[in-house]
């Protein structure tokens, strides 16, 4: 047995570990579990979604776009120092011409996106040949942010998994003090460039003081 000190600190942030949604204790499913709610783009086809054996949230729909939203029971407020957001993800759908700096072209085969209590959003998205890490505005409005994690030549269908400090996104890309979460959710847009997108993403949880 580890009784050294870092074992204790590993014991108190496991502790700490938080499960932000339902999908580990929603039943196999299709359509959204209950508590989330589905927001589809203007003009364009709703996302079909279903929850898998594996408590996977999939997706999967053509020239479609739109938001699964849960929001939170209680918010997260920032923490004194630092918190990481952790989910896994994959698709094998990648959208090889989309490019998301350009608003006509923005599109993405899913995304996991974090919503804050004054209305910004971080959309951390599959790319398409942008650099890995790479961060900005989204061209669709000053209140949303893009991280791009993954590429198209990441889309081949392994599971990847991701780590973040959203609070620490935030300030950077807002040039703000960081807000409380509120709610967080899953994305996915073909609708700008068209095509097919197939998806899933694990549960999302949140470790307060623990580094990305």
Do not use: C
């Amino acid at each position: 047995m580890d009784t050294s000190p870092r074992a204790d600190v590993s014991a108190h942030w496991l502790l700490l570990l938080q499960t932000l949604t339902n999908l580990n204790a929603a039943p196999v499913s299709q359509g959204l579990p209950r508590g989330w709610t589905l927001d589809a783009a203007r003009g364009a086809a709703a996302p079909r979604f279903r929850v898998t054996r594996s408590h996977f949230l999939h997706l999967e729909h053509v020239d479609g776009a739109g938001f699964a939203r849960f929001r939170l029971r209680q918010p997260v407020r920032p923490p004194v120092r630092k918190g990481t957001l952790t989910w896994g993800w994959q698709t094998a759908t990648p959208v090889h011409t989309a490019t998301l700096r350009q608003r006509a072209r923005d599109d993405s085969p899913v995304r996991v996106f974090v919503q804050f209590e004054d209305g910004r959003m971080i959309l951390y998205s599959w790319g398409n040949t942008e650099g890995r890490g790479e961060m900005f505005l989204s061209p669709a409005s000053g209140l949303r942010a893009v991280v791009v994690l993954e590429r198209a030549e990441d889309a081949d269908g392994s599971w990847h998994v991701e780590r973040r400090d959203p609070f620490a996104d935030y300030r950077r890309l807002f040039n703000r003090a960081a807000k409380a979460m509120v709610a967080v959710g899953v994305a996915t847009d073909t609708d700008q460039v068209g095509g097919r997108a197939v998806a899933e993403v694990g549960d999302l949880e949140w470790q307060p003081g623990a580094s990305p």
